[in-house]
Structure formats: C-alpha cells, structure tokens
C-alpha cells in the first residue's frame, strides 16, 4: 500500500530536548516536505526536498532541521524546541516538482513541547 | 499577503442543506494549480481535488462540485444537499508553477463545516 508514515504520532516533550519526527515513502517519491498546522493559519511549509541531499526552506523554518540521507526518509529535526513549536506536523511527498502531482500526506505528529 | 484566503472560518448548516465554501487566491504566475483538501476530525488529509490554470472548467463529482474562476481569483467548492459526515476542516491550497516558488504549496486558513442531523 502506497503510503507516507510518521512517527511518533503523539509526544509530549519539555523546552530544549532534542527530538526528530520521522518520516518516511515507500512510493520512491522524490518530493517531500514538512508542514505545522496551527489554529487559524492552516498549514505553513518548513522545508521541502527535491532529491537525496537536496533540501529548502519553506516558509517557517527558524528552529527546524531536515536531512535527506536516503530517498525514502524526510526526519524533522528540532535541536532545542519550544513551546511555540507545539502544533500538528504532516510530512508529504510527491513524485515530482509543482502542482502537477499530486501530495500525499502522512497521518501526522501531535507535539506539545511544555 | 495570503496566498491563499478562506475568508469563513467556520460555517454551520442542518442536513440536507447546499453550503458554499469560498476560496480566494492570489499569484503572479500563469500556470498553477489549485487544491482542495478535507482534514475531517480524526485529522488526516484527503485529497479532493486538483485544477490546474489553464483549465476553468467547473467540476462535478457526486455531491461535490468546483467552480473555477479565473476573471475573480476564486475557486469555491460547493456540497450539494449535505451529510453529517462532511463536517470537516476543509483547505484550500495553491501551487505555483514558474519561478522560485514552484516547489511551494501555499493553503488556506481553512474552513470549519458543522453539519447538523
């Protein structure tokens, strides 16, 4: 079954632990990104990816990291969060560049970072 | 300034009614495309559809349709008689094709449907 994975789903953690949320395809996808969902302002791109060791920001990256090691994995990274970070996170991926794919999304990461 | 505006923020209609959710966008580029996605309450995303610029026909499916306007910068989705099982968050979002943003997809704030038994 095509499908993105996240995990953990839910997690619950304090100011300045370390943390990744991992993601990962199994279509060989070569697109992937990371989005927050917050109240109010739908969801906002952090980083997106074209290729293995290809990696952008998107819109709200400040506190975030991602690495693209292997095509199939997209982690999110948070080296120090905090508790403007706590919101709802998707990983998505599609086959290629623009609007023209469709996006398929995981089922999401709840963080509240306290 | 948003990219993309749903200007209603939650709507609430009985069963069987028609309800109209508005989306409002906004780009400089030719080719792009314009989505519609429903998180309902357990939270995941669907896919509902996808239109790309140069395609302003209106769409049906089902209970669902779409009408695209370019001439307004609107792409509003209408449910026709409503079911309890369309309450959900639905999100609007566009992709630009050209220029630097073509790998961005911008959404909407999303708007929160009740539908009442």
């Known amino acids: 079954e095509a499908q993105v994975t996240q995990n953990p789903r839910y997690l619950i953690t304090v100011t300045g632990k370390k943390l990744t949320v991992t993601c990962s395809q199994n279509m060989n996808h070569e697109y992937m990104s990371w989005y927050r969902q917050d109240p109010g302002l739908g969801l906002r791109q952090i980083y997106y990816s074209m290729n293995v060791e290809v990696t952008d920001k998107g819109d709200v990256p400040e506190g975030y990291k991602v690495s693209r090691k292997e095509k199939r994995n997209f982690p999110l990274i948070l080296e120090s969060p905090s508790p403007n970070q706590t919101s709802l996170y998707f990983c998505?991926?599609?086959?290629?560049?623009?609007?023209?794919?469709?996006?398929?999304f995981g089922p999401g990461t709840r963080l509240t970072v306290t | 300034a948003q990219k993309v505006t749903q200007a209603q923020t939650e709507i609430s209609v009985v069963e069987k009614e028609d309800v109209t959710l508005d989306c409002v966008y906004e780009?400089?580029?030719?080719?792009?495309?314009l989505f519609w996605y429903k998180q309902p309450p357990s939270g995941e995303l669907v896919f509902l559809i996808r239109?790309?610029?140069?395609?302003?026909q209106n769409e049906i499916s089902g209970r669902y349709s779409w009408n695209f306007q370019k001439s307004t910068s609107s792409f509003n989705f209408t449910i026709t008689a409503s079911q309890v099982v369309d309450s959900a968050v639905y999100f609007c979002a566009l992709s630009e094709a050209g220029g630097y943003n073509f790998n961005k997809f911008y959404f909407g704030s999303g708007t929160k449907l009740n539908v009442k038994p």
């Open positions: 780009t400089r580029d030719t080719t792009y495309y």
């Open positions: 239109r790309n610029s140069f395609d302003e």
């Open positions: 998505a991926s599609r086959q290629g560049r623009g609007g023209s794919y469709e996006q398929y």
